[in-house]
């Protein structure tokens, strides 16, 4: 781990080179150990170390110097070396060892004040007074304080390698580093053929960043999940286990989310399968023996210590949209198109989707039960807010779509379509698996032919009213947030009285009905590509996304339309609106496949849903890599208004699904 420090001085009338602070971190996690070997009064020149896992290893940091062939340059050396109760201390360590005396004197230009570690001071002992003893791992600090521009080297050097021609640094390390490099421009062009399109360097740059962000993002993560069961009282920590997964945001969202994971394997499948079929793996695995898998990865303090205590207990009746199935198909396709796949592959993939099977099947069948609908073949998400009148819209996080609109009033008669239209998706990549493993796939079949059978469909969910395929609930439009009234008896101070809340006032009752909110929800029949190309509804859809008043922008598609009353309306007073109105990179990429899909099969909507497919892949791969170029970040949502990225950033999970947009690769 690193971190980076600058600290202001006193200026001098000439421009003094800046001044940085680099800290490099090295920890052992409970197990395994640590040797911190300083040389010259102060410099920690390099760590040796033991662990389970690595065997024995050296850690070497090199010194600064001014360029590759440059001999070393000026710096100034502090070490930390202590011990640490767990990972997410790290950081409160170090703050807690921190010094404002020290100088840094190069032999010409002045002298500065810097800050940098020293000795740790523990903030108190009431920690360690719990009775809990928690295992300490060593923990040993290396900062460097130097001008810029400066370039040093870390080695890391492992004690199972028996035969070393030479260290991989300086010259050698170029070399070979030039050879990873060429070969991944290769590689990169093989996949996605960005030059071949014609595309500016520009362009290619981002798409590169997009990819090795995602690659880069991925993680081993270990330990339990905590989950609050309908046979506990209490949560439970479930068993450890580990996930090998990509993350949504590495400093944001540094864990695994179900949902985001099938589209970042999307990508990455195109990329190495074999990486996907060792996360889908590790996914499968975590599932209980239900069929249930938590849909947000917390799995250790480091984990817990970024997540807010609300969030942290996962529910077992909670789902989350199976878009692992999404991948799978990919992983199916490459099977099938048998001519261009070469036989070694189709065994891999065979192999594996014989081992998940069983697996696949437990899922499949918690969906198909525990998110039953009302009505036959209808489904509900659970988990969704119950303390209605603090809510403006009782989220419906476990739909992935956290506080877009739904039945103002959640009951048991609800019917959510976006559920609908994944389980008709997933019963049928089920009948795939199951027919390429000569396994039964009849009720599989069954399932898809009754859920895509486009009346059933309308019958459903599709209002004649709203023209639209709708959730169906019990619903009422008429509801505002408004501060409560809090009675103050004449001649008492205010404020020991409680603060005024922003609760939801219902201005009409509520009543079983389709729910009249438009955006990406209503959409998914057509995104997962469940309607015939020759469906009327097509139309509807088409000219809806078309409408700027609705749901078209110059950026990309926004998630709630602009003339919806819930449009940009905050859900509580500390909710800003997420999926009411900001633009969503994997929906918008859903759409762009889905227009593809239909501008190429036969059917009296082609043209129009050719023409819309241009126009929206334009204007998704223009505004991501405007905003990359005037950031430098991916984002996780851009603005309807003006395009601006916002949320968490960098965001190179299902964002980066732009280099798909680009390569036109669906």
């Known amino acids: 781990s690193m971190s980076l420090f600058w600290a202001d001085f006193p200026q001098s009338s000439t421009p003094q080179a800046p001044m940085i602070s680099l800290l490099f971190y090295v920890a052992t996690d409970s197990q395994g150990s640590l040797q911190a070997h300083v040389e010259e009064k102060n410099r920690l020149g390099s760590v040796t170390g033991f662990s389970e896992e690595l065997g024995h290893f050296k850690l070497t940091f090199r010194k600064p110097a001014a360029g590759e062939t440059a001999g070393a340059k000026y710096a100034s050396y502090n070490h930390l070396k202590t011990v640490s109760p767990g990972l997410d201390k790290l950081t409160d360590i170090v703050k807690n060892s921190l010094d404002g005396r020290f100088i840094y004197n190069p032999p010409s230009g002045e002298k500065r004040y810097y800050i940098a570690v020293d000795t740790y001071k523990p903030p108190s002992l009431q920690q360690q007074q719990r009775g809990e003893t928690k295992k300490e791992g060593d923990f040993a600090v290396h900062q460097v304080t130097v001008q810029t521009p400066f370039q040093m080297e870390v080695l890391f050097e492992s004690g199972s390698f028996r035969d070393r021609p030479n260290q991989l640094v300086g010259e050698v390390m170029t070399e070979e580093l030039e050879k990873r490099k060429s070969a991944f421009e290769v590689k990169f062009e093989e996949t996605f053929g960005l030059q071949r399109q014609g595309y500016a360097p520009a362009l290619i ?3 590169k960043a997009a990819l090795s962000n995602m690659l880069g993002g991925m993680g081993y993560f270990y330990g339990q999940s905590v989950v609050q069961s309908v046979y506990n009282e209490y949560p439970l920590a479930y068993p450890e286990g580990p996930l090998f997964t990509a993350v949504p945001s590495r400093s944001f969202f540094p864990r695994g989310f179900l949902w985001d994971e099938g589209f970042h394997q999307l990508l990455i499948s195109k990329w190495d399968p074999q990486i996907t079929r060792e996360s889908l793996a590790h996914w499968l695995d975590l599932m209980n023996v239900e069929g249930w898998i938590p849909r947000e990865q917390i799995l250790d303090d480091e984990a817990r210590s970024k997540v807010p205590a609300e969030f942290i207990v996962q529910r077992n009746e909670n789902a989350n949209p199976p878009t692992l199935f999404l991948a799978l198909q990919k992983l199916l396709e490459r099977v099938s198109g048998v001519s261009e796949a070469d036989g070694q592959a189709q065994e891999h993939t065979n192999a594996f989707l014989r081992r998940l099977f069983p697996r696949l099947q437990t899922w499949f069948e918690w969906y198909n039960t525990t998110q039953a609908g009302p009505l036959p073949n209808s489904y509900r998400w659970r988990g969704r807010d119950k303390d209605t009148n603090l809510f403006l819209n009782p989220k419906t996080l476990t739909s992935g779509l956290d506080d877009y609109p739904r039945a103002s009033h959640p009951s048991q008669d609800e019917r959510h379509v976006d559920l609908y239209c994944w389980m008709a998706l997933a019963s049928g990549i089920m009948a795939d698996v199951a027919k390429l493993l000569g396994e039964p ?3 599989y079949e069954r399932i898809y032919q009754v859920l895509s059978d486009n009346s059933l469909l309308s019958e459903l969910h599709w209002s004649e009213q709203l023209k639209a395929f709708s959730d169906y609930g019990n619903h009422t439009q008429a509801v505002v947030l408004q501060r409560e009234k809090v009675y103050v008896p004449p001649g008492q101070p205010r404020h020991q009285f409680p603060v005024a809340r922003l609760v939801r006032s219902v201005r009409k009752a509520p009543k079983l009905q389709y729910v009249n909110a438009l955006g990406y929800v209503n959409l998914f029949p057509f995104l997962l590509q469940i309607l015939t190309p020759d469906s009327p509804k097509l139309e509807h859809i088409l000219k809806d996304m078309r409408d700027e008043q609705k749901l078209w922008t110059p950026y990309g598609l926004r998630s709630l339309s602009k003339s919806d009353p819930l449009y940009m309306k ?3 007073e500390h909710d800003a609106p997420y999926w009411r109105g900001p633009i969503w990179i994997n ?39 405007r905003q990359y170029m005037e950031t430098g970040y991916i984002w996780e949502q851009y603005s309807d208004i003006t395009g601006r990225g916002q949320g968490s950033h960098p965001f190179t999970g299902w964002s980066a699904l732009s280099l798909l947009i680009m390569a036109e690769q669906y």
Do not use: M, W
């Open 205 to 207: 740059k981002f798409g």
């Open 441 to 443: 796939h009849q009720e």
């Open 570 to 572: 905050r859900n509580t």
């Open 587 to 625: 929906i918008n990429y859903l759409a762009i496949r889905a227009l593809h899909y239909y501008a190429n099969s036969k059917g009296p909507y082609r043209e129009k849903a050719a023409a819309l497919y241009q126009d929206l892949r334009k204007n998704i791969i223009e505004n991501v890599n």
